[in-house]
């Protein structure tokens, strides 16, 4: 297991039969979204792992993400201020979503992002899209 390596990113998990929790971590600079679409999951039945701050340590082959546990269980939310969440102890990361950078291609080549040695796919969104949800749930589903 390699050790802890601590972003400024959000975390959410999903039950996937026959796959357990898959989790995807969702990056961008401050404004961008993250706890926003990570919001929007949650209310399609994801659990929250970790908001603005998320651990990500490799085990074997896998990574996996982890709230410190100042914030575990606590997510922001934009104008209203920090709310519980029911929340994932640890999640498996299967999938990187990046906010905020420029648009999307229509038909991208497949991408990753380099976390404690792993290679994890990379999606990059815009995070305010109403579809965004459905994009995370598209990419997930071709995994």
Known sequence: MTPAQPLHATAVAQWAPGAGWRAILISGPSGAG???LALRLIGRGWRLVADDSVHV?????????????TIAGRIEVRGVG??????????????AVDLGGPAPERLPEPESRMLAGRALPRLRLTG???????KVAAAIAAL
Do not use: T
């Open 82 to 95: 920090i709310a519980g969440a029911g929340a994932r102890d640890v999640a498996r990361l299967v999938l």
């Open 128 to 134: 305010f899209e109403a579809s965004a949800v459905e």
């Open 57 to 69: 340590f490799a085990s074997g082959e896998a990574l996996y993400a982890v709230a410190p546990e």
């Open 34 to 36: 993250k706890s926003d």
